[in-house]
């Protein structure tokens, strides 16, 4: 199946699910859904890599840094993250490279997203491939 | 199995007893009436309270101020105390936007003087003047250097540079800068996303409101804020930005790795004793962002000063637009409190609650102590904003303690699905409240009914004589980032 993906209510703050058939994809999908959930516009424009090495103690722990990854790039340095390429994935590690470009004129903010939590984020199997959940502080 | 409010023993009319039981090392207190009980019935907060009843070294009850909701960690609207050697300090009991607080400027003008045309110029000079808004950056980038300084002396920072006069710092809780800031336990990170956000309102709920004074319930303690009824007056919310998010997150990382630390199963709980290597590194990395929020409201206070003086060609002394008080929302602080009739110094983690200490605390300045601290409670743009007195009896019970705000009533989802197809600026204007927001979506976000009445939220602090009523503002102009 093709990745998918979705917001989820929470009290104060937003969640976000995302579905996948591998765990790499599942990653990826995440990766642009934070991305087009906090910046709409074009995608174009020559992509920078960036070496990602994050640690964890399970994938779900892993995804969250990841989003924060993408939090940070954004906020803090006007990067729109728009792939990620997984060279190693397993519960303890993630490395690979995501994608950025900068943000521009044409580009415009959506959600502010300060911050992705480990309140009940998740990542399990769902028929053949993978779903995720995280919330969001906003 | 999330625990049901079935499970809440009635203290009074305002307050209800969530037992110890389970792994709790004690019990919780929640501040409520019926209505708001409604409300916690439909979230996760009394399982969070349990889980911060469960954190070694708790001083005290659990605490739940009546605008309380389901957070990280701890709830939204959650206050606990714990022991500086036994107990804990949890970044999941601060919260992500580190100091995010309030503060409220009386003036000299007349709210019934700005009706019409300017109120809505100076608004929309307001909107045009002070950045606001997701990713909106401040009126300077601040290197290295400046960033440290605005970390180790918070608002001071601004006001030695003309932008505030020490008055304001002494209307600010902590004088408007926490002790023991480190900026060297701050990330490369937490600065970057830092460096050019000093002196803006951020998004989300964070606002500037112009508000009038519409009832005055305590004159003693009003006269002493220098608050009167038909007066402009200035609520400013706001916090840490990024920095402050991303000190949080750098900890609650460093301290889920540490093996030293206390790990409850709900990651966002993640604890260290104070005074272990990380204990010590995150106060000081804490109190550096808060020290960056109390600079943050004393730049936009002085963007205000100038926009407000330029758009109504007054000066600064007809202005008049002195600090009413700052408090901080999400800090955790060493203070001193009468535990069982003994003093005794117990870290306080506040996380969207209000320091409210009562008449005579020697950390109150000399106008309002015979009084008691202003209790600065914001509601949401379309109803009003009230400001209470902290109370002897606030220390006794919540380690003075008060609710911040009104508290959500819905997500930020349900919101925006109700908003869809209103005009909602149309809506409030109907009501003679102009807005101006950077985006529909906070707008639809932010909207009255997402949250609970405020004033339902202020009768519980009133009625359990925990902060009382001084008086209560309605808004005439809102910005929101």
Same mark, same amino acid.
Request: charged fraction near 20%.
């Given at each position: 199946?093709?990745? %998918? ?7 104060? @703050? ?6 996948? @058939? ?30 990602? @090495? ?38 303890? %590690? ?42 969001? @502080?906003? | $199995? ?30 409520? &009436?019926? &209505? ?23 001083? +005290? ?33 601060? +919260? ?53 300084? =605005? ?8 006001? +030695? ?34 460096? &050019? ?83 010590? !590194?995150?106060?000081?990395? $804490? ?65 969207? !609650? ?20 202003? =209790? ?5 743009? +379309? ?25 959500? !009533? ?60 001084? !008086? ?10």
């Amino acid at each position: 199946m093709a990745a %998918r993906h979705g917001t989820l209510t929470h009290t104060a @703050d937003l969640g976000l699910w995302v579905e996948a @058939d591998s765990l790499p994809e599942l990653m990826a999908a995440a990766v642009e859904a934070l991305s087009r959930l906090m910046t709409a516009g074009p995608r174009q424009g020559e992509i920078a890599w960036l070496p990602v @090495d994050l640690e964890g103690r399970d994938y779900a722990e892993l995804l969250v840094e990841l989003l924060n990854e993408v939090v940070y790039r954004l906020d803090g340095e006007g990067l729109i993250s728009v792939a990620l390429e997984v060279a190693e994935l397993s519960p303890v %590690r993630l490395a690979g490279r995501l994608g950025v470009i900068p943000r521009g004129p044409g580009h415009e903010a959506g959600e502010p997203v300060k911050a992705v939590t480990y309140h009940q984020a998740s990542v399990t199997p769902l028929g053949a491939g993978w779903r995720a959940r995280v919330i969001m @502080d906003v | $199995m999330p625990i049901s409010i079935d499970v809440l023993q009635q203290v009074d009319a305002y307050r209800w007893r969530l037992p110890r039981h389970g792994e709790m090392l004690t019990e919780g207190l929640v501040l409520a &009436d019926a &209505d708001l009980l409604a409300h916690l019935a439909k979230d996760g907060t009394l399982d969070q309270l349990y889980g911060v009843a469960c954190l070694p070294g708790i001083v +005290g009850p659990a605490l739940a101020m009546p605008d309380a909701h389901q957070g990280y960690g701890f709830p939204i609207g959650g206050v606990a105390a714990f022991d500086p050697v036994e107990g804990v300090v949890s970044p999941g009991g601060v +919260g992500y936007d580190i100091n995010c607080g309030v503060r409220l400027l009386r003036s000299k003008l007349a709210a019934a003087d700005l009706t019409g045309q300017p109120l809505t110029r100076l608004i929309d000079a307001l909107a045009a003047g002070v950045p606001a808004g997701v990713g909106e950056g401040g009126p300077q980038r601040l290197g290295d250097p400046d960033l440290r300084r =605005v970390m180790e002396l918070g608002a001071a920072w601004a006001v +030695g540079r003309g932008w505030g006069s020490p008055a304001d710092l002494e209307f600010c809780e902590a004088g408007g800068a926490l002790q023991g800031a480190d900026p060297d336990a701050v990330s490369q990170r937490a600065m970057q996303r830092g460096r &050019d956000q000093a002196g803006s309102l951020g998004a989300g709920n964070h606002f500037l409101e112009l508000g009038e004074v519409v009832q005055v319930y305590d004159a003693q303690a009003a006269q002493a804020f220098g608050l009167t009824e038909g007066q402009l007056v200035v609520w400013i919310h706001s916090g840490s930005r990024g920095l402050g998010h991303q000190v949080c997150d750098d900890y609650l990382r460093i301290l889920g790795r540490d093996p030293q630390a206390i790990h409850p199963r709900d990651r966002q709980l993640v604890a260290t004793r104070p005074a272990s290597e990380n204990g010590r !590194a995150y106060l000081g990395a $804490m109190a550096a962002a808060a020290n960056f929020a109390f600079n943050n409201r004393q730049m936009l206070t002085m963007r205000l000063r100038d926009i407000t003086g330029q758009s109504l060609g007054l000066g600064p002394a007809a202005l008049g637009l002195g600090l009413v008080y700052d408090v901080a929302h999400n800090v955790a602080k060493l203070e001193t409190h009468q535990v069982q009739g003994r003093p005794r110094p117990v870290w306080v983690h506040r996380k969207g !609650a209000t320091r409210a200490l009562g008449p005579g605390h020697p950390e109150l300045p000399d106008r309002y102590r015979a009084v008691g601290q202003p =209790v600065l409670v914001p509601g949401d743009m +379309g109803r009003a904003s009230y400001v209470l007195k902290g109370t002897a009896l606030a220390e006794e019970q919540t380690f003075a303690s008060s609710a911040h705000g009104a508290g959500r !009533a819905m997500s930020r989802t349900q919101a925006k699905k109700l908003g869809q197809g209103r005009r909602l600026e149309q809506e409030l204007l109907a009501q003679h409240i102009l807005v101006r927001a950077k985006s529909r979506a906070t707008l639809a976000e932010e909207m009255p009914e997402a949250y609970k009445d405020v004033a339902t939220v202020v009768g519980v602090m009133h009625g359990a004589g925990l902060a009382t009523l001084v !008086a209560r503002t309605r808004p005439l102009a809102v910005i929101k980032g």
